[in-house]
């Protein structure tokens, strides 16, 4: 009973929340931009500021990630964010085109549903406040069950530091004590207007299929080409500062590589300069049943974890100061561990002639997971950079920069995000870097700037109506011809009535 008790304690703290929420969006609507504005800087403020706390609670409660990473993305869910949204016009007229004589007006979404997920609970957090928040929304969250603690605190600022710059109570509300079914209820809720779900595939899934406007995003089994003309000392440096920034928990770092023939044995030798250990056969069995204890499916507890410890779960003997665990592979399946999805600093690494080969076997891992998330690809070659942003089923192709940092906007020119769309090459509906300008509504006001003259058409008359007046018409012209000759006979008229009926 107590069990259920604290259930039904949850869904009324949701509930609750939302209606307060509601409320709370209604008074904030009325805000100008220049108040809005106000509250999303103070959000942003206040949150950078706590960048290094909350990461060291995050990593204490999930026991994933290094904190200094972590405050790195905070840093981006905080201050970049902000930076890449702050002059957006989300209050009244947004936009004007005086020659199409169009006006576009902004108006809020209403009350935003966000899920967190465990890899980066509060920089998430933060970064969906801000950008709901700037489009004119209340937002309540359902924090992961590992990651509530921490997950709360960011909100507990964010609110804070809402509410003193003036934002109505309740604008920013969640589940304290997170569960399936309160988060389900929560997607599901008559006030919740949209959902904006970063987490596992069946949460996701949950997502879309809650009758709700929805933004999830896939998985991204991201593969990394290291092409001949690369510049390969600077292609390694990159791909293991991004595998194993914050232990490879961003959806984005790079989970296969693929090298050609002709560098192969430049790149290991690279590798092995900057902490990676290669892994013989024996040992690559022992880390495949780590990876994945059942067929196909991720272990979760080499996630965020480092190459060291994971290793130490395989009983396998690594040398200090060992960064990144790496085994040769050929085969692509989602029973090949090596092949699969892996949020930690370990590799597959596979060997091709050139970039056609390169692009069939990035191709196939996409295919376990990854379509239309992400590619990271390493060369000289313009041309095959080219060939491979036309060919290749991914929302981001990212060319000699670290994945997991050049995807979410931080050493790329794409909008600071944390949530990745995939297109519908992975079953979204956008393949955009989801911002504040996926949370408002565009109205539009539109002037007549051409005329179209439309000719109006007669009723058009009955056979029977069209018949009659066709015969008054006939004996109108016999009558005046008779009148003219003189001839009045009945014989006359009919025979003249019956050649003019023959004639038309």
């Not at 592979?329 to 930690?344: G, W």
Request: glycine fraction near 8%; hydrophobic fraction near 40%; include cysteine.
């Amino acid at each position: 009973m107590i069990d259920i008790d604290k259930d039904l304690e949850t869904l009324q703290e949701m509930r609750n929340a939302v209606q307060m929420a509601k409320e709370a969006q209604l008074a904030f609507s009325k805000f100008s931009q220049e108040q809005v504005d106000n509250v999303v800087k103070a959000i942003a403020d206040a949150a950078y500021e706590k960048s290094y706390e909350l990461a060291r609670l995050a990593v204490e409660e999930t026991g994933l990630g290094v904190v200094e990473h972590k405050v790195i993305k905070n840093h981006v869910g905080s201050k970049e964010v902000y930076e890449s949204i702050k002059d957006e016009k989300t209050v009244g007229v947004i936009y004007e085109d005086k020659q199409k004589k169009i006006v576009e007006v902004a108006a809020p979404f209403g009350v935003v549903a966000g899920i967190v997920p465990t890899t980066n609970p509060t920089s998430t957090a933060i970064y969906k406040t801000l950008i709901a928040v700037k489009a004119g929304n209340a937002i309540v969250f359902s924090p992961h069950p590992s990651a509530k603690k921490c997950t709360v605190e960011a909100l507990k600022i964010c609110r804070e530091a809402a509410e003193k710059a003036g934002a109505p109570a309740g604008l920013i509300g969640w589940i304290t004590s997170p569960t399936m079914e309160a988060t389900q209820q929560l997607m599901k809720h008559p006030d919740v207007n949209v959902i904006l779900a970063t987490g596992g595939g069946g949460l996701v899934r949950a997502a879309y299929s809650s009758g709700k406007p929805a933004y999830g995003v896939g998985p991204g089994n991201v593969p990394a080409y290291i092409e001949r003309t690369a510049e390969v000392a600077k292609a390694v440096k990159r791909i293991i500062a991004s595998k194993t920034f914050d232990n490879g928990t961003i959806c984005a770092s790079e989970q296969a590589l693929v090298v050609d023939q002709s560098i192969k044995e430049m790149v290991i030798r690279e590798f092995k300069n900057e902490g990676a250990y290669f892994l013989n056969d024996d040992e690559k069995e022992k880390m495949e049943k780590v990876i994945s204890p059942v067929a196909g499916k991720l272990n979760p507890k080499i996630v965020g974890k480092s190459a060291r410890v994971i290793a130490q779960m395989a009983n396998i003997n690594v040398p200090d100061g060992t960064r990144l665990l790496i085994a040769f592979e050929s085969n692509i399946a989602k029973s090949v561990p090596f092949s699969i999805e892996k949020l930690a600093p370990v590799f597959g690494f596979y060997t091709v002639s050139d970039w056609n080969e390169a692009m069939a076997v990035c191709d196939r891992l996409l295919a376990l997971g990854g379509r239309g998330h992400s590619l990271a690809l390493h060369t000289t070659d313009e041309e095959i950079a080219r060939k491979f942003a036309l060919q290749m089923p991914v929302s981001r192709l990212l060319v000699n920069t670290p994945s997991a940092l050049g995807a979410v906007g931080a050493t790329t020119g794409l909008k600071p995000s944390l949530t990745l769309g995939c297109g519908t090459f992975g079953g979204n509906i956008t393949s955009d870097n989801v911002t504040v300008t996926h949370l408002l509504n565009k109205k539009r006001m539109a002037y007549e700037t051409k005329e179209i003259e439309i000719k109006s058409s007669a009723e058009p008359k009955s056979p029977a109506t069209n018949q009659e007046d066709l015969l008054k018409e006939i004996v109108s012209e016999v009558v005046a011809k008779v009148g003219a000759t003189g001839a009045a006979d009945k014989e006359t008229i009919v025979r003249m009535v019956s050649k003019a009926i023959s004639h038309l």
